[in-house]
């Protein structure tokens, strides 16, 4: 099947693994189907075969799946044992890191403990200048005894840092040579990130080894029992990547459902007129925040469980506030809710196993949360056994169930709120100026009340919003990202700068072609990083007639000043290759009227809102119609969310079927 032409595919299926569900959705020729199935924590492929083989049904087609292994094992200390190898004299490099502490005032600071053992770290002879230039010859044979000395350690997998090595791979190339004989598996720093920053740079290869053998074991696996599955992975730059690069450079799957979610968000709002954005995914166990001010956000100074991790990334903000928090006092007495998470196993109490109550609890017990609705009704709550819990730790506190259960609700928003100010306010955006896209199988619980205490004016509900991200990697394309240090200081020598950019754009051409892309497939974007000379840091912006204009504008916005007759130099280039894959259009509605809403009217039910008891109106997403308009206070039940409208807003249904939620303008309810 030529990866270039997935319109022709009759089988899509995308997959979020996340921590308490995992999402499928399904593409049959001009159907579809979604599915959310309880995750499987110690052993993620269980879950996704069997959504899978649920939703193929014997056929064949494309898979593409966001994965949380590499997260997962790069957050709880999973990953396989490493060795690092740079020049003699640096291969303490990870060990000493940068000398930035994350907690300035804390005086009995430690460093977080390094992913290479001291011991299993080696410098070997050789040495490339900073132009490039062999300095010292590589030595072969003290190469092979270091690599035999590893191969008998028990190291897995080996990170290879050569100073300079993104000028010349020379050494880099042939000590990766040597250890592949050993049966090891090998991250080269050249092939993996392309920069100068030795730390950053040993860093990322680190974390890219670390995990690679544990990416490898789970995509194999996944491949084996799904033969004739033409399977992809979605990355953190918001791509998809082929299996065979996912194994090869894991550390790009490290915010893959995430960036999953973002993408396919900006493509729905796109369509829908709107391009000022703040995304917000609340899922079972986190937050995840970001901002498109007409783009996605990229990033190139992500830190992941305290690694620097200098690879393009979605520019994601993450909170531990999601569906699954656990609600505890503490100390204090006081309550708290979170970061951790009743996750897939036990769950909330309402699932039927957990102890400890949870956000998603809080909203069953407010009425917020529809039992008989969840999951199509496929899955059933508990609500007398969380009753009981309820009332116990209510009495403990010294509070009635209601206001706990509040308490719960207001912290978590509270906390969500605050991940939301980091991304806007605190980078010089006003919300006021944004749309909050809400999704997640919890975000359109908790949208409205965001919004309201931000000042957002407006929220929009995609279709399915809990399986939103499953369904952006089915919207992206194969995205391949490249760069280069070039340390430019006379920053506006054009035929220089184009002559770096036309050899990285043969090698991505070259790369896509390989993977099934014709040439009039394939998309450039061109990007670079630049800074005043002297300075320490850079911003990267897309390249253009008028880059110099566009960095001393960056830069003023960022920073508060800018200084255009100070010398610029440019640090970095970069090149995004896209191969454009299917189009998944999003089919518009006939304009139905807005009395057509009560042939989507399920019922009505008590809901409590800041302590008041509301009759509020039950209507079924999949009955609601274009033009339909819906005020609060109501419930809007769909298979993998629940939208509550508060009083005081009002919902319309625009053409692609999103909710689009206006903020303060309640009224009469014309339904």
Same mark, same amino acid.
């Given at each position: 099947?030529?990866?270039?032409?997935?319109?022709?595919?009759?089988?899509?299926?995308?997959?979020?693994?996340?921590?308490?569900?995992?999402?499928?959705?399904?593409?049959?020729?001009?159907?579809?189907?979604?599915?959310?199935?309880?995750?499987?924590?110690?052993?993620?492929?269980?879950?996704?075969?069997?959504?899978?083989?649920?939703?193929?049904?014997?056929?064949?087609?494309?898979?593409?799946?966001?994965?949380?292994?590499?997260?997962?094992?790069?957050?709880?200390?999973?990953?396989?044992?490493?060795?690092?190898?740079?020049?003699?004299?640096?291969?303490?490099?990870?060990?000493?890191?940068?000398?930035?502490?994350?907690?300035?005032?804390?005086?009995?600071?430690?460093?977080?403990?390094?992913?290479?053992?001291?011991?299993?770290?080696?410098?070997?002879?050789?040495?490339?200048?900073?132009?490039?230039?062999?300095?010292?010859?590589?030595?072969?044979?003290?190469?092979?005894?270091?690599?035999?000395?590893?191969?008998?350690? /028990?190291?897995? %997998?080996?990170? *290879?840092? &050569? #100073?300079?090595?993104? @000028?010349?791979?020379?050494? =880099?190339?042939?000590? !990766?040579?040597?250890?592949?004989?050993?049966?090891?598996?090998?991250?080269?720093?050249?092939?993996?990130?392309?920069?100068?920053?030795?730390?950053?740079?040993?860093?990322?290869?680190?974390?890219?080894?670390?995990?690679?053998?544990?990416?490898?074991?789970?995509?194999?696996?996944?491949?084996?029992?799904?033969?004739?599955?033409?399977?992809?992975?979605?990355?953190?730059?918001?791509?998809?990547?082929?299996?065979?690069?996912?194994?090869?450079?894991?550390?790009?799957?490290?915010?893959?459902?995430?960036?999953?979610?973002?993408?396919?968000?900006?493509?729905?709002?796109?369509?829908?007129?709107?391009?000022?954005?703040?995304?917000?995914?609340? /899922?079972?166990? %986190?937050?995840? *925040?970001? &901002? #498109?001010?007409?783009? @996605?956000?990229?990033?190139? =100074?992500?830190?992941? !469980?305290?690694?620097?991790?200098?690879?393009?990334?979605?520019?994601?903000?993450?909170?531990?506030?999601?569906?699954?928090?656990?609600?505890?006092?503490?100390?204090?007495?006081?309550?708290?809710?979170?970061?951790?998470?009743?996750?897939?196993?036990?769950?909330?109490?309402?699932?039927?196993?957990?102890?400890?109550?949870?956000?998603?609890?809080?909203?069953?017990?407010?009425?917020?949360?529809?039992?008989?609705?969840?999951?199509?009704?496929?899955?059933?709550?508990?609500?007398?056994?969380?009753?009981?819990?309820?009332?116990?730790?209510?009495?403990?506190?010294?509070?009635?169930?209601?206001?706990?259960?509040?308490?719960?609700?207001?912290?978590?928003?509270?906390?969500?709120?605050?991940?939301?100010?980091?991304?806007?306010?605190?980078?010089?955006?006003?919300?006021?100026?944004?749309?909050?896209?809400?999704?997640?199988?919890?975000?359109?619980?908790?949208?409205?009340?965001?919004?309201?205490?931000?000042?957002?004016?407006?929220?929009?509900?995609?279709?399915?919003?809990?399986?939103?991200?499953?369904?952006?990697?089915?919207?992206?394309?194969?995205?391949?990202?490249?760069?280069?240090?070039?340390?430019?200081?006379?920053?506006?020598?054009?035929?220089?700068?184009?002559?770096?950019?036309?050899?990285?754009?043969?090698?991505?051409?070259?790369?896509?072609?390989?993977?099934?892309?014709?040439?009039?497939?394939?998309?450039?974007?061109?990007?670079?990083?630049?800074?005043?000379?002297?300075?320490?840091?850079?911003?990267?912006?897309?390249?253009?007639?008028?880059?110099?204009?566009?960095?001393?504008?960056?830069?003023?916005?960022?920073?508060?000043?800018?200084?255009?007759?100070?010398?610029?130099?440019?640090?970095?280039?970069?090149?995004?290759?896209?191969?454009?894959?299917?189009?998944?259009?999003?089919?518009?509605?006939?304009?139905?009227?807005?009395?057509?809403?009560?042939?989507?009217?399920?019922?009505?039910?008590?809901?409590?809102?800041?302590?008041?008891?509301?009759?509020?109106?039950?209507?079924?997403?999949?009955?609601?119609?274009?033009?339909?308009?819906?005020?609060?206070?109501?419930?809007?039940?769909?298979?993998?969310?629940?939208?509550?409208?508060?009083?005081?807003?009002?919902?319309?249904?625009?053409?692609?079927?999103?909710?689009?939620?206006?903020?303060?303008?309640?009224?009469?309810?014309?339904?």
């Amino acid at each position: 099947m030529d990866k270039g032409d997935l319109g022709e595919t009759v089988l899509l299926i995308g997959v979020d693994t996340g921590g308490t569900f995992t999402d499928f959705i399904c593409k049959k020729g001009e159907e579809w189907e979604v599915l959310k199935i309880l995750s499987t924590p110690n052993d993620p492929a269980v879950a996704v075969v069997k959504g899978i083989t649920l939703l193929a049904d014997n056929n064949t087609g494309r898979v593409v799946h966001g994965s949380t292994v590499a997260t997962n094992a790069l957050l709880e200390a999973k990953w396989v044992k490493t060795a690092f190898i740079s020049n003699r004299g640096f291969k303490d490099i990870m060990e000493i890191g940068r000398q930035n502490r994350r907690r300035l005032y804390e005086l009995n600071y430690m460093k977080d403990l390094p992913i290479v053992a001291p011991e299993a770290t080696f410098g070997i002879k050789g040495r490339i200048n900073a132009d490039g230039l062999e300095l010292e010859s590589f030595d072969e044979i003290q190469a092979r005894d270091t690599a035999k000395l590893i191969s008998r350690s /028990g190291v897995q %997998s080996v990170a *290879v840092c &050569l #100073l300079f090595s993104f @000028l010349n791979p020379t050494h =880099e190339l042939l000590m !990766g040579q040597i250890l592949e004989q050993e049966g090891l598996d090998v991250s080269l720093s050249h092939q993996i990130l392309a920069e100068f920053r030795e730390f950053e740079r040993a860093s990322t290869t680190v974390i890219n080894a670390a995990v690679l053998p544990v990416m490898k074991a789970y995509l194999q696996r996944i491949a084996a029992e799904l033969p004739g599955q033409n399977l992809a992975v979605m990355q953190s730059n918001g791509g998809q990547i082929s299996v065979a690069t996912a194994v090869r450079e894991p550390v790009r799957t490290i915010l893959s459902g995430p960036a999953g979610g973002v993408a396919g968000a900006a493509a729905i709002a796109r369509k829908a007129g709107y391009t000022q954005l703040i995304t917000f995914d609340m /899922g079972g166990t %986190s937050t995840d *925040v970001a &901002l #498109l001010n007409g783009q @996605l956000p990229l990033s190139t =100074e992500s830190v992941i !469980g305290g690694f620097p991790v200098k690879i393009p990334m979605l520019d994601i903000h993450t909170v531990g506030a999601g569906g699954g928090s656990i609600a505890r006092i503490d100390s204090g007495r006081a309550l708290q809710v979170g970061p951790e998470s009743a996750g897939a196993e036990p769950g909330p109490v309402c699932y039927g196993k957990g102890e400890e109550i949870t956000v998603t609890d809080a909203n069953l017990f407010l009425g917020r949360l529809l039992p008989e609705y969840f999951l199509g009704g496929k899955m059933k709550l508990d609500k007398e056994r969380l009753d009981k819990r309820i009332r116990i730790m209510a009495t403990d506190l010294g509070l009635s169930p209601m206001e706990l259960a509040e308490g719960i609700c207001t912290i978590a928003n509270t906390i969500m709120a605050r991940a939301i100010r980091v991304i806007s306010v605190e980078r010089g955006y006003d919300p006021r100026d944004f749309t909050l896209f809400a999704y997640g199988g919890a975000g359109a619980m908790h949208a409205v009340f965001l919004a309201e205490s931000i000042g957002i004016p407006r929220v929009m509900v995609p279709k399915n919003p809990g399986i939103l991200s499953a369904l952006g990697m089915l919207m992206t394309d194969v995205i391949k990202d490249y760069s280069l240090t070039v340390m430019l200081k006379d920053a506006d020598d054009l035929p220089v700068l184009r002559r770096y950019y036309q050899n990285m754009e043969i090698r991505a051409r070259a790369d896509l072609q390989a993977e099934g892309f014709s040439e009039n497939k394939v998309n450039i974007e061109l990007y670079l990083d630049m800074r005043y000379q002297g300075q320490s840091h850079e911003i990267m912006l897309a390249f253009t007639e008028d880059y110099l204009h566009d960095f001393h504008r960056c830069h003023k916005k960022r920073y508060g000043y800018s200084s255009p007759e100070q010398k610029t130099e440019i640090v970095n280039i970069r090149l995004r290759a896209k191969g454009i894959s299917a189009d998944i259009s999003l089919s518009e509605s006939a304009y139905a009227g807005t009395n057509a809403a009560k042939e989507a009217l399920l019922g009505e039910r008590q809901i409590i809102f800041e302590q008041q008891s509301y009759q509020a109106k039950i209507y079924d997403r999949d009955q609601l119609k274009y033009g339909n308009s819906i005020t609060g206070p109501a419930l809007v039940a769909e298979y993998s969310s629940t939208v509550v409208l508060p009083p005081g807003t009002k919902a319309e249904v625009d053409k692609y079927g999103n909710l689009i939620i206006e903020i303060g303008a309640g009224g009469n309810d014309e339904s």
